[in-house]
């Protein structure tokens, strides 16, 4: 459930987007309820003051995190059903409407006309029923046709109207969205479906689909009887291997040992304790079934965790091998330390998302490379430990079919990710590495085409890899790593030599390698490409400055603020140079305070802008109006917290009030 904030403080709403997502990541972790638990709620609505709460005599009462609902008369018979989608098994329910009543309904699917601007599927149309009752009274019943009604949910775009016991319907009358136009239809009936197409005037009889299919399959459909009863013990196949650590535990001589050269097959770590009963009874499975095991190219490593616990005793190391001994345990066997329980209730909790106490016993399966495979809580399975070891060399996709307990058909076909789309959302959100890390695993993954293929495919394929390695770029310019953006956006341009954003990052990257020479050429390759792109002659005229050519420097500020009038950084960047600039000739004083005192008026009061703006004032010889505006500008960045700028503008307001001109080196 939500709550309710516990005090006034307010919190910057990146990182209270970012906290919110942490808090759910740790309910889920933690197997808490999204909804506290509470059961899914009903109301039937009175006609009066207040909803009644009918969730338990309607039997949908049921305690599933719920998280959809989407409406639609599934079986055709007149009556609303229910499909509802949960976080929790079951995933999806179909709750059918078998309420018996003498009541009656009517619905009707629209047809717009786009050549009177409404659109084909209608939606926002408004439908206004008329319905005369068994006494002979009028009254309309109005619905609006809508799309994304519910939280993750569409509900069927037929309209349904029921009608009580005695009443019919008299005419029905459509309001079509994109135009004034109202438009009336006759000759309904009863428990029928209409079609209601715009201009005909005609609510045309729609007949009943085909028949459905029936739910008696319990593999696709039953998801309750095809649910597991509640027991102790679980098996996670990852649908991935997992790699794991270096393990180090201690044989009951007191010798260090490593996992790793324990065996060059399988190995099956369980986690066990002499007090544990279902512990002792799963190492008497295995020993019973040695051969099996052996002939799978397994072995086994049984890791006691008595001499963790406070209350042990030196007898405890005598008492582990006692047991072994008299079981005839015939494979590997060692103690625990904390090291290594840590590392594999890390591992667990990665593979089972879930944050909690790790019981006994608790087994991990080992493929030959030494990663995990399958995670096993309570008593192992022999016919599904065997049957794992079976199936460790599987392809991906068996492993990952393997990694699902019923069956059904992955999406992969039929959603393509987007790279740059999800890598975005990693950078706004200042995951750089995880961004970095996700667009490289793409880039292994896609096969560059031959630069003698001019297929659309082909080209298509080199644009979008060409827009992977140039968001690359952009990230390592904002990791400062000049050097690896250079990298990406040169590789960028060879994919596709006219990406424009590629060019402009490449322009600013040359300027942070201090090669303004290469910068300009960059960028003007960018404004070639792009013409009335304010940006782009913004960032070219940065490089122009840095290369010393002043007046084609001030050409393209000029240029891009014929583009765009309100184009701050181009608008501050001149005004600046026209009032700090230390030769003379570059200076126009004048001119810098109409176009600060513009972008002051165009973009209001921030403090880098009025710091401009005072300094050509100071430049103008009004230094009343610079000192004045140089505080706001100070008072604004402090409030900001840049305390950098904050330092540099109280600098400049010295030299202000000392009748003095800030010139800039």
Not at 552 to 562: C, G, T
Request: one cysteine or more.
């Amino acid at each position: 459930m939500s709550r309710s904030p516990t005090g006034n403080q307010q919190q910057d709403p990146q990182q209270a987007y970012l906290s919110a997502w942490q808090d759910l990541a740790k309910r889920i972790s933690q197997g808490q309820s999204f909804s506290g638990r509470e059961r899914n709620c009903v109301f039937l609505n009175t006609r009066g003051p207040r909803f009644a709460d009918v969730s338990a005599v309607m039997g949908l009462d049921y305690l599933d995190d719920s998280r959809a609902v989407a409406v639609t008369d599934w079986d055709q018979d007149g009556d609303l059903d229910l499909w509802v989608a949960s976080r929790t098994a079951p995933r999806i329910r179909f709750l059918r409407n078998d309420v018996k009543n003498e009541n009656h309904s009517v619905s009707f699917r629209l047809i717009g006309d786009p050549r009177a601007r409404c659109p084909r599927d209608a939606i926002g149309a408004r439908v206004i029923l008329t319905v005369r009752d068994a006494d002979g009274n009028l009254s309309e019943r109005i619905q609006t046709l809508a799309a994304g009604d519910g939280f993750l949910s569409q509900s069927s775009k037929r309209l349904f109207f029921g009608i009580e016991k005695g009443a019919k319907p008299e005419q029905v009358v459509v309001r079509w969205p994109g135009s004034n136009e109202v438009e009336r239809f006759d000759g309904l009936s009863l428990n029928q479906h209409f079609c209601l197409e715009q201009g005909t005037g005609i609510a045309a009889r729609l007949s009943a689909r085909g028949k459905l299919a029936e739910f008696t399959d319990t593999r696709t459909y039953s998801i309750d009887s095809a649910t597991p009863p509640a027991s102790g013990k679980t098996r996670v196949w990852r649908s991935s291997p997992l790699p794991v650590p270096s393990l180090r535990y201690e044989s009951l001589t007191g010798e260090s040992c490593e996992v790793s050269t324990l065996h060059r097959g399988p190995l099956f770590i369980t986690l066990w304790a002499t007090w544990c009963l279902p512990c002792v009874e799963e190492l008497k499975v295995l020993t019973k079934h040695q051969t099996s095991i052996v002939e799978h190219g397994a072995t086994v490593l049984a890791l006691n965790v008595e001499l963790l616990e406070q209350t042990s005793s030196s007898k405890s190391k005598h008492q582990i091998s006692q047991v072994l001994k008299e079981m005839e345990y015939p494979f590997f066997n060692g103690l625990a330390n904390v090291d290594l329980l840590q590392q594999l209730d890390s591992l667990r909790k990665q593979t089972i998302y879930r944050d909690e106490p790790m019981p006994l016993p608790t087994g991990f399966l080992l493929d030959e490379q030494g990663r995990l495979r399958v995670v096993y809580t309570g008593v192992v399975e022999l016919e599904s430990l065997l049957d794992d070891l079976q199936h460790l060399q599987v392809d991906k996709q068996e492993s990952r079919d393997r990694a699902i307990p019923f069956a059904g058909r992955w999406s992969d076909a039929l959603f393509v990710t987007n790279p740059i789309a999800i890598a975005t959302i990693y950078r706004e959100e200042r995951q750089l590495e995880d961004a970095v890390a996700y667009l490289q695993q793409y880039l292994a993954k896609e096969k560059v085409p031959d630069e003698t293929d001019q297929t659309v495919s082909a080209r298509q394929t080199r644009r979008r890899l060409a827009d992977v390695h140039r968001l690359l770029g952009r990230i390592a310019l904002d990791q400062q790593s000049t050097q690896a953006a250079l990298d990406a956006l040169k590789q960028a341009l060879r994919l596709d030599p006219f990406h424009f954003d590629a060019h402009v990052d490449l322009g600013q990257a040359m300027m942070r390698a201090q090669r303004s020479d290469l910068a300009v050429k960059a960028l003007k390759r960018a404004v070639k490409i792009r013409r009335d792109d304010p940006n782009s002659q913004n960032q070219l005229g940065l490089a122009l400055l840095g290369a010393g050519d002043i007046p084609a420097a001030v050409a393209s500020f000029e240029k891009a603020l014929s583009l765009d009038p309100k184009w701050l950084p181009a608008a501050n960047n001149l005004a600046w140079l026209w009032a700090t600039h230390p030769d003379e000739q570059h200076r126009d004083a004048g001119r810098a305070v109409d176009v600060a005192e513009q972008s002051v008026r165009h973009n209001g009061e921030r403090p880098d802008v009025l710091d401009t703006l005072a300094a050509a004032y100071a430049a103008n010889g009004d230094f009343e109006q610079a000192i004045e505006t140089a505080a706001r500008a100070l008072g604004l960045a402090k409030k900001m917290k840049r305390q950098e700028l904050a330092q540099r503008i109280e600098s400049r307001l010295q030299l202000y009030r000392s009748g003095q001109v800030y010139r800039d080196p």
